[in-house]
């Protein structure tokens, strides 16, 4: 069975600099997707950022970056410049990749806040 | 703009009474799901459906039922609520298919079973 784990239940990270969430997964399969999802104190969980295993490359979107590590299975996030917007749980997931119904695997979150 | 939304942010129930939490999606997801979060624990899944009247237990369905008539809404049902079943939780929905495979949330119904 895939498991997901986020051994940072707490972080703190002053604001403008960078800070690095953990997250290791363990799965069978090769082909197979990873995502960060932030959840804002009392919003909605929206998504951060994904990385499809098949591509080498690291996805980024602006300051959020990952590093996917596909034979160590690990994908940390990588925040720079922090903002005070950026403080959330975030949530490590995974799904496997293909058409088809397949049950998202969560880790149990790390909470962010950001000092100014 | 896509959504899912959820028919309650907040619930106070008493304990034995019946609990709908309804959720709503327009993206015209085959997928949806209901998830509980709890501090510590993370996102665990109740129930999913894949189509209409389509459903599969997920990792915590004991005390749980649900209802997929119409391919928009997704419902949960505890058919007898009780103390630890106060939760935060959570409804998504996604594509069957490739397309993306992420999930898109609601804002969350947080009950409190009395």
């Known amino acids: 069975a895939q498991t997901v784990t986020q051994s940072q239940p707490e972080m703190s990270v002053q604001e403008a600099e960078t800070v690095t969430l953990s997250c290791t997964y363990d799965t069978s399969e090769s082909d197979y997707y990873l995502f960060w999802y932030k959840q804002p104190p009392s919003r909605q969980m929206i998504l951060v950022i994904r990385q499809e295993a098949y591509k080498q490359q690291n996805a980024t979107e602006n300051r959020f970056s990952v590093n996917f590590q596909k034979a160590a299975k690990s994908f940390s996030l990588k925040i720079s410049d922090s903002q005070l917007g950026d403080a959330a749980m975030y949530f490590c997931a995974y799904r496997r990749r293909g058409s088809g119904t397949y049950k998202y695997i969560f880790g149990t979150g790390t909470r962010l806040k950001v000092l100014a | 703009d896509v959504k899912v939304t959820q028919s309650s942010r907040y619930l106070v129930k008493r304990t034995g009474e019946k609990v709908f939490l309804e959720c709503v999606q327009d993206?015209?997801?085959?997928?949806m799901f209901w998830y509980r979060q709890d501090p510590g624990l993370g996102l665990r899944l109740i129930y999913f459906?894949?189509?209409?009247?389509?459903?599969e237990k997920g990792d915590i369905p004991e005390g749980y039922s649900v209802s997929r008539e119409k391919k928009e809404r997704f419902s949960l049902i505890l058919e007898s609520a009780s103390t630890n079943q106060t939760s935060m939780y959570l409804c998504?929905?996604?594509?069957?298919?490739?397309?993306?495979?992420?999930?898109?949330f609601g804002p969350g119904t947080r009950l409190t079973v009395l």
């Open positions: 998504a929905s996604s594509f069957w298919g490739r397309a993306l495979g992420e999930q898109f």
């Open positions: 993206m015209d997801h085959e997928n």
């Open positions: 459906s894949y189509d209409v009247k389509m459903k």
